[in-house]
C-alpha cells in the first residue's frame, strides 16, 4: 500500500515538472519576440528601400556637357539704358528707357528718344538673380562678362534642351531694338520672332501684319530671319501689312493666333490648317506673295 502511494505522488510529481518546465520554455519564447522588435530583415530592408531611392534622384540629374558660348566678335549686343533729357514739347526734362546696341552713338539715344540735350544715360539691364547663376553652375553654363538676366534664361534654356545652334541674326535684333523690344543675343531666331509677335500682338496690329507677312516670306523659302526693313521686298510687306490691317476678320484672326498656332508655324513652316479664319489669312497673304515677289 505505502509502495503504490509512492508511486502515485512520483507520477504527479512528473506531470508537474513537464507541465511547468513547458510554461517556462513559452514564455521564454514570447520573452524573446518581445525584446527584438527589430529583426534584420526589417533593416535590410530599409536599407535597400533608401539605396533604390538615391539612385533613382541621380538617374534624374542628368549630367550636363560644358556649354560653349558662341563667338561674340561679330555679334551686336543690346542693352536697355534709361535716358533723361528735354522734351521739345514741354520743355521739361523726361526720362524713358531705350534699347541700343553696346557702344551706341549719343545721336541714336536723341533719336530713339525723341529727345533733346542735355542727355543722361544710364544702363538699365537686370541683372541675372542668383539662383539663375547657382543653376547656371549646376548645368555647366560658364557665366558671360556683363550677361543679363534674358541671357541667362536664354543660356539655361539652351542647355537644357541641348539646343545649340540657330542663334539669332543681328538683323531681327536690331529690327527688336527700333520698335522698343529687348532680346538677348543668345536667343534663337524662332525664340526671337516669337518674342516679338508677342509683343506687336497686344500693341500694334499694323506691325503686326507687317513682320507676319515678311516671317511667312522668310519661311516659305527658308530665308534667315533678318531686319525686315533692309530686305528689298519691305515696301511689299508694308503694302500687304497695310491691307491686312484694313480688314476687321483678319485682326481678329491675328490677334487670337495663340501660341500653339505660332509654334506649328514655325516648325512646319505652314499655318495649320484645321482652323479655317488662320488658312484663310495665311491663303491671302502667301497669294500675294507670290503675285509680288519674284521666286
Known amino acids: 500500500m505505502i509502495i503504490l502511494l509512492i508511486l502515485i505522488l512520483a507520477f504527479i510529481g512528473i506531470i508537474v515538472y513537464n507541465s511547468s518546465k513547458n510554461h517556462y520554455s513559452k514564455s521564454n519564447h514570447v520573452d524573446t519576440i518581445t525584446l527584438n522588435p527589430k529583426p534584420t530583415v526589417k533593416k535590410s530592408t530599409s536599407d535597400s528601400i533608401t539605396v533604390s531611392v538615391s539612385s533613382s534622384i541621380k538617374q534624374t540629374e542628368p549630367d550636363y556637357p560644358p556649354f560653349i558660348l558662341p563667338n561674340m566678335s561679330n555679334r551686336v549686343i543690346m542693352h536697355k539704358y534709361k535716358v ?34 542735355p542727355f543722361t544715360i544710364t544702363l538699365e539691364d537686370t541683372l541675372p538673380s542668383e539662383a539663375q547663376l547657382k543653376f547656371a553652375k549646376n548645368i555647366n553654363i560658364p557665366i558671360p562678362s556683363g550677361a543679363t538676366n534674358t541671357d541667362i534664361s536664354c543660356l539655361l534654356s539652351r542647355q537644357l534642351d541641348q539646343f545649340y545652334d540657330d542663334y539669332i541674326s543681328n538683323g531681327l535684333l536690331e529690327y527688336a531694338a527700333e520698335h522698343s523690344i529687348y532680346l538677348s543675343s543668345y536667343d534663337s531666331s524662332l525664340g ?97 506673295l507670290k503675285q509680288n515677289i519674284p521666286r
Do not use: W
Open 84 to 117: 533723361k533729357g528735354l522734351n521739345p514739347r514741354t520743355k521739361r526734362m523726361k526720362t524713358c528707357i531705350v534699347i541700343a546696341k553696346e557702344g551706341a552713338p549719343e545721336h541714336e539715344f536723341a533719336l530713339k528718344s525723341e529727345l533733346k540735350e
Open 192 to 288: 526671337g520672332a516669337r518674342r516679338i509677335f508677342n509683343v506687336f500682338q497686344e500693341h500694334n496690329s499694323l506691325d503686326l501684319f507687317i513682320f507676319f507677312s515678311y516671317l511667312i516670306h522668310c519661311l516659305n523659302y527658308n530665308i534667315q530671319i533678318e531686319n525686315l526693313n533692309d530686305s528689298e521686298y519691305k515696301d511689299i510687306f508694308y503694302s500687304l501689312g497695310t491691307l491686312c490691317n484694313q480688314n476687321t476678320e483678319f485682326i481678329k484672326t491675328i490677334n487670337s493666333f495663340s501660341d500653339d498656332n505660332f509654334n506649328h508655324l514655325l516648325k512646319k513652316k505652314h499655318i495649320d490648317g484645321r482652323n479655317k479664319r488662320n488658312l484663310q489669312l495665311s491663303n491671302f497673304i502667301n497669294n500675294y
